[in-house]
């Protein structure tokens, strides 16, 4: 998921140990990929920000590696129901791998709505830096236009006598 930056989106690849792309997308804000790797080694992924050379962005992702081991042993050998703390403790684990899905995507929210706070925080400081000097121009302006009002004109010292 794309935090910061530009339009909020980037290019994304992903290529398997023999070189063949498994993954590509372009200008993406957020998306899943799930996949069963075939082929051991090391695979490479990449986002790619080509298209938007000015502004810099700031990308998350998360990687989820094999199987969640159970959470009771021997849970999948087993012949009989589960009893109620069993189950009981296999629905609490539920609910907290939830919270934390839940707690993950308000981290990232956070992060994007503080990064748009600093942003607007910036463009507001810089307006009002413009509007106090203009403030301050327009007022030395008067000033000098009201002082020329009562200032009185002599005529030049050349010229005719009486």
């Known amino acids: 998921q794309v935090i910061t930056g530009g339009h909020y989106d980037v290019d994304c690849y992903v290529e398997d140990p023999n070189g063949r792309t498994i993954y590509k997308e372009t200008k993406k804000q957020y998306d899943s990929f799930p996949h ?37 042993p021997d849970m999948s050998n087993r012949v009989t129901a589960l009893t ?26 956070e992060a994007q709505d503080r990064s748009r706070a ?9 307006w009002s830096v ?16 009201l002082k020329s009002f009562f200032t009185e004109k002599r005529p030049g010292s050349g010229g ?3």
């Open 118 to 126: 600093e942003d607007l925080n910036g463009r507001v400081s810089y």
């Open 130 to 145: 413009g509007e106090t000097l203009i403030l301050f121009v327009v007022s030395i302006g008067q000033v000098m236009l």
């Open 36 to 72: 069963r790797t075939e082929v051991k080694g090391v695979y490479t992924f990449c986002f790619s920000n080509e298209f938007s050379t000015f502004s810099h962005k700031t990308v998350y992702f998360d990687f989820q590696v094999g199987n969640e081991p159970p959470i009771l």
């Open 84 to 109: 109620q703390m069993e189950s009981a403790c296999v629905t609490i684990h539920e609910a907290l791998n939830t919270v934390i899905d839940s707690q993950t995507h308000y981290r990232l929210r």
């Open 160 to 162: 005719t006598g009486t």
